[in-house]
């Protein structure tokens, strides 16, 4: 009963009624809210923290987490001067003037440790060399100073970071004769990349080209500005949401503005046409036809698109995790504002809708054409897809916070500068465990000396440092000297940054050689000290595990976005064949364009690995579209390729406009100047446009292929499309009871109007 055609006309004329007594007061009290909510969205809270990456539960970030109690927080910027630019006496001065701020705990320079060295007995030559590599130049082109970041500069990093900068402002020092790079640089920098301010550029250009198209495609400017003000009010409460919520934005969150916008655009785009259709067409009630065929195809639609986005969730990278929420927030709040608002919108304006005569293609000629040839079209389509499948085979994943940087940053450029000319960036911390042992000292540092030079043998390691290293090779023989070197040692500073838990834990740390990947170096050292009581944590391990986590997570979400969506389909078409059908033009394009990033050998990174799923959870809704307007004409007595040319001059307009809009807004996003956020628009953007290619060859092609029905065959072929009927299902083609019906509306029914 409550899927009656009845049943859903009388919900829609209802619905008309309310949107003609209440659509003013509905658009004013959207314009009311909308100074909280966008200052509420505005007020988001930014974390770009890369140990966030990985959940807590995790074995990787469990042992990080046990580091820092430990070993208290490691946060390090590291300074690097020109060699000729900076004496001694200038990187002490520096290095006092650091440690005045709140933010810095303390400061290491090549000369402090190389006097506490040979305070400890280390010969002079010998404490120089064991500094080169981390604060002395190889090849003498910088000197390093490092600076060890307090409680309260660890928890206030961007003005920490800011204070260091003032001081070298201060000092009337600048790049090239300075670079300044670390972890807490590196995260502010992309803070601030991913801040809203950044954002604003390409989302005001997204803004002005969606509005040029929805003007060409709808021809008045006050609907097409109110259409856009309802889509900025839509972004807003989403943000506003997911803040009030207690999320948290991070760099992906920088698509989240744009994917909202193409949530609300699409059904709007659709109910706009359908009702112009339906006016045009001279239906007595227009807005109740465009509301009745919008509601089950975009709540359809809707439905696949969130299971999309919840797929991420399968991911243990917890920004993926967090925009797959707010962005399944931001899609539900689309459906509602753009079924809820868009009527209210039409009936201020009525009559200033786009014309039928505004056509991008004749769709009806463009039917016709695909079903003629549409062997030659489906065979050329397997042909790319078995030629796509050799390029995911060389798909492979990356990430790498500095490549997410955009080219000539310069602090990017400073951490080549250190990387390359002083020392490495990447470091793996190794924590030899000796338990509840009672071995004394002197065992235990050259038990970590051994295993030290073990890890210094290998070419993964461009640099070692731990408490071992402050101590001479040849130690006192005496018991009594031996004791005095020990409390003269655990007096200096240096040392307890390097043991722990009264001498149980003792810490290596590892500077990996450039050139070595982080899941590379993890692996190497991992395999190597296999058989030492040594636990590997740390930053690089960290984004090591990332990397798998990643590679994993696109083809775990993938797969079960496809078979929920897949099931979805079917149940609703209540036919698999159909449903299987239905899922091939919106599989084939995100097969080709991997395949295609595959043959190009990029690496899946963070922003890539979560474009599969969305796109497909997005495509979906114009497949749900063309299939509920082919299905009611293909009950309705026509046959399969008369069907499919109905449901293409019904649904092609809708389905070019909001795919070219969308297309358009994402590739707005390649102008961000933070990396994954572009890659993430230009890929999904092409995922977009080639799943119309999809829809309008390969689904009108593969429906062509349905054997008609035997009573159409006896009474002709070629009988005319009926018109629309409400309610249907999409069955299979032989109906024993229906049929000597079918065959009649088949030859004598003319098309019905359109209500």
Same mark, same amino acid.
């Given at each position: 009963?409550?899927?009656?055609?009845?049943?859903?006309?009388?919900?829609?004329?209802?619905?008309?009624?309310?949107?003609?007594?209440?659509?003013?007061?509905?658009?004013?009290?959207?314009?009311?809210?909308?100074?909280?909510?966008?200052?509420?969205?505005?007020?988001?809270?930014?974390?770009?923290?890369?140990?966030?990456?990985?959940?807590?539960?995790?074995?990787?970030?469990?042992?990080?987490?046990?580091?820092?109690?430990?070993?208290?927080?490691?946060?390090?910027?590291?300074?690097?001067?020109?060699?000729?630019?900076?004496?001694?006496?200038?990187?002490?001065?520096?290095?006092?003037?650091?440690?005045?701020?709140?933010?810095?705990?303390?400061?290491?320079?090549?000369?402090?440790?190389?006097?506490?060295?040979?305070?400890?007995?280390?010969?002079?030559?010998?404490?120089?060399?064991?500094?080169?590599?981390?604060?002395?130049?190889?090849?003498?082109?910088?000197t390093?100073?490092?600076?060890?970041?307090?409680?309260?500069?660890?928890?206030?990093?961007?003005?920490?970071?800011?204070?260091?900068?003032?001081?070298?402002?201060?000092?009337?020092?600048?790049?090239?004769?300075?670079?300044?790079?670390?972890? $807490?640089?590196?995260v502010?920098?992309?803070?601030?990349?991913?801040?809203?301010?950044?954002?604003?550029?390409?989302?005001?250009?997204?803004l002005?080209?969606?509005?040029?198209?929805?003007?060409?495609?709808?021809g008045?400017?006050?609907?097409?500005?109110?259409?856009?003000?309802?889509?900025?009010?839509? %972004?807003?409460?989403?943000?506003?949401?997911?803040?009030?919520?207690?999320?948290?934005?991070?760099?992906?969150?920088?698509?989240?503005?744009?994917?909202?916008?193409?949530?609300?655009?699409?059904?709007?785009?659709?109910?706009?046409?359908?009702?112009?259709?339906?006016?045009?067409?001279?239906?007595?009630? $227009?807005?109740?036809?465009?509301?009745?065929?919008?509601?089950?195809?975009?709540?359809?639609?809707?439905?696949?698109?969130?299971?999309?986005?919840?797929?991420?969730?399968?991911?243990?990278?917890?920004?993926?995790?967090?925009?797959?929420?707010?962005?399944?927030l931001?899609?539900? %709040?689309a459906?509602?504002?753009g079924l809820?608002?868009?009527?209210?919108?039409?009936?201020?304006?009525?009559?200033r809708?786009?014309?039928?005569?505004?056509?991008?293609?004749?769709f009806?000629?463009?039917?016709?054409?695909?079903s003629?040839?549409?062997?030659?079209?489906?065979?050329?389509?397997?042909?790319?897809?078995?030629?796509?499948?050799?390029?995911?085979?060389r798909?492979?994943?990356?990430?790498?916070?500095?490549?997410?940087?955009?080219?000539?940053?310069?602090?990017?450029?400073?951490?080549?500068?250190?990387?390359?000319?002083?020392?490495?960036?990447?470091?793996?911390?190794?924590?030899?465990?000796?338990?509840?042992?009672?071995?004394p000292?002197?065992?235990?540092?050259?038990?970590?000396?051994?295993?030290?030079?073990?890890?210094?043998?290998?070419p993964?390691?461009?640099?070692s440092?731990?408490?071992?290293?402050?101590?001479?090779?040849?130690?006192?023989?005496? $018991?009594?000297?031996a004791?005095?070197?020990?409390d003269?040692?655990?007096?200096?500073?240096?040392?307890?940054?390097?043991?722990?838990?009264?001498?149980?834990?003792?810490?290596?740390?590892?500077?990996?050689?450039?050139?070595?990947?982080?899941?590379?170096?993890?692996d190497?050292?991992?395999?190597?000290?296999?058989?030492?009581?040594?636990?590997?944590?740390?930053?690089?391990?960290?984004?090591?595990?990332?990397?798998?986590?990643?590679?994993?997570?696109?083809?775990?979400?993938?797969?079960?976005?496809?078979?929920?969506?897949?099931?979805?389909? %079917?149940?609703?078409?209540?036919?698999?064949?159909?449903?299987? %059908?239905?899922?091939?033009?919106?599989?084939?394009?995100?097969?080709?364009?991997?395949?295609?990033?595959?043959?190009?050998?990029m690496?899946?990174?963070?922003?890539?690995?979560?474009?599969?799923?969305?796109?497909?959870?997005?495509?979906?809704?114009?497949?749900?579209?063309?299939?509920?307007?082919?299905?009611?004409?293909?009950?309705?007595g026509?046959?399969?390729?008369?069907?499919?040319?109905?449901?293409?001059?019904?649904?092609?307009k809708?389905l070019?406009?909001?795919?070219?809009?969308?297309?358009?807004?994402?590739?707005?996003?390649?102008?961000s100047?933070?990396?994954?956020?572009?890659?993430?628009?230009?890929?999904?953007?092409?995922?977009?446009?080639?799943?119309?290619?999809?829809?309008?060859?390969?689904?009108?092609?593969?429906?062509?292929?349905? $054997?008609?029905r035997?009573?159409?065959?006896?009474?002709?072929?070629?009988?005319?499309?009926p018109?629309?009927?409400?309610?249907?299902?999409?069955?299979?083609?032989?109906?024993?009871?229906?049929?000597?019906?079918?065959?009649?509306?088949?030859?004598?029914?003319?098309?019905?109007?359109l209500?």
């Amino acid at each position: 009963m409550s899927d009656s055609p009845q049943y859903h006309s009388g919900c829609a004329l209802m619905i008309s009624n309310f949107y003609r007594r209440y659509s003013r007061p509905l658009l004013i009290l959207l314009m009311v809210s909308f100074p909280y909510l966008y200052w509420k969205a505005h007020s988001e809270r930014s974390n770009n923290n890369v140990e966030t990456w990985l959940p807590e539960e995790t074995q990787v970030r469990q042992n990080y987490e046990q580091f820092k109690q430990d070993f208290g927080i490691e946060e390090v910027v590291l300074l690097g001067l020109r060699t000729g630019s900076a004496d001694e006496a200038l990187v002490e001065a520096l290095a006092a003037r650091f440690e005045s701020l709140d933010g810095v705990r303390e400061c290491l320079t090549a000369s402090r440790v190389t006097e506490r060295m040979q305070e400890l007995g280390v010969e002079k030559s010998e404490a120089e060399r064991r500094v080169t590599g981390l604060l002395r130049s190889d090849q003498g082109h910088l000197t390093g100073l490092v600076m060890l970041m307090s409680q309260e500069g660890a928890a206030q990093r961007g003005k920490t970071v800011r204070e260091i900068r003032e001081t070298l402002d201060y000092c009337l020092l600048e790049r090239p004769e300075i670079a300044l790079t670390g972890s $807490p640089v590196l995260v502010t920098e992309l803070d601030r990349l991913g801040a809203p301010e950044s954002t604003t550029k390409f989302f005001g250009i997204s803004l002005i080209i969606c509005l040029l198209l929805l003007k060409y495609a709808i021809g008045h400017w006050k609907l097409c500005f109110s259409l856009l003000g309802v889509t900025v009010w839509t %972004i807003c409460c989403t943000k506003a949401m997911v803040l009030i919520c207690g999320g948290e934005m991070n760099f992906i969150m920088g698509a989240l503005s744009i994917m909202v916008m193409i949530f609300t655009l699409t059904i709007a785009i659709h109910v706009v046409d359908y009702y112009t259709e339906a006016r045009d067409a001279g239906a007595a009630d $227009p807005l109740r036809v465009a509301i009745r065929e919008s509601i089950k195809p975009t709540l359809l639609s809707t439905l696949t698109t969130l299971i999309g986005l919840l797929s991420l969730n399968v991911s243990n990278i917890l920004p993926v995790r967090q925009f797959a929420y707010a962005a399944a927030l931001g899609a539900v %709040i689309a459906t509602i504002v753009g079924l809820g608002v868009t009527p209210a919108l039409i009936s201020m304006w009525p009559d200033r809708t786009s014309s039928k005569d505004r056509k991008l293609v004749d769709f009806g000629r463009w039917g016709d054409w695909v079903s003629l040839r549409r062997f030659r079209l489906l065979g050329g389509a397997l042909l790319l897809v078995v030629g796509a499948g050799f390029g995911l085979m060389r798909l492979a994943p990356h990430i790498n916070p500095v490549d997410f940087l955009p080219e000539g940053n310069p602090v990017a450029a400073d951490l080549r500068t250190v990387d390359e000319q002083l020392t490495s960036i990447g470091s793996v911390e190794a924590v030899v465990d000796f338990g509840l042992t009672d071995r004394p000292f002197v065992d235990r540092m050259l038990e970590v000396k051994r295993i030290q030079e073990k890890i210094d043998a290998h070419p993964v390691v461009r640099h070692s440092f731990s408490a071992a290293s402050m101590f001479p090779d040849q130690l006192p023989d005496g $018991p009594l000297a031996a004791a005095r070197l020990f409390d003269r040692a655990s007096r200096l500073s240096g040392t307890n940054n390097y043991i722990a838990q009264d001498e149980r834990l003792w810490r290596i740390s590892v500077r990996v050689s450039s050139g070595w990947k982080a899941n590379e170096a993890y692996d190497a050292l991992k395999t190597l000290l296999a058989d030492e009581p040594v636990t590997l944590t740390g930053v690089s391990p960290l984004i090591a595990d990332a990397q798998e986590e990643i590679f994993t997570s696109y083809w775990k979400s993938l797969t079960v976005a496809l078979t929920t969506i897949t099931l979805v389909m %079917i149940l609703s078409l209540r036919s698999l064949t159909a449903g299987l %059908i239905a899922m091939t033009p919106n599989v084939v394009p995100i097969w080709l364009v991997f395949g295609g990033v595959g043959f190009m050998g990029m690496p899946v990174d963070i922003g890539m690995m979560m474009t599969g799923s969305i796109a497909l959870g997005i495509s979906v809704d114009h497949t749900f579209h063309f299939l509920v307007k082919y299905q009611e004409e293909y009950r309705a007595g026509a046959s399969t390729t008369d069907a499919s040319r109905a449901a293409l001059l019904h649904t092609g307009k809708p389905l070019v406009e909001s795919t070219i809009i969308s297309s358009c807004a994402m590739l707005a996003l390649c102008l961000s100047s933070f990396v994954p956020t572009a890659r993430f628009g230009w890929l999904m953007a092409s995922l977009m446009m080639i799943s119309v290619i999809g829809e309008l060859i390969l689904l009108p092609a593969l429906l062509s292929l349905r $054997p008609a029905r035997r009573q159409a065959r006896n009474s002709g072929d070629d009988a005319p499309a009926p018109g629309l009927r409400a309610g249907t299902r999409f069955e299979p083609a032989h109906h024993a009871a229906d049929a000597p019906h079918a065959a009649g509306r088949e030859s004598h029914t003319p098309r019905r109007p359109l209500v």
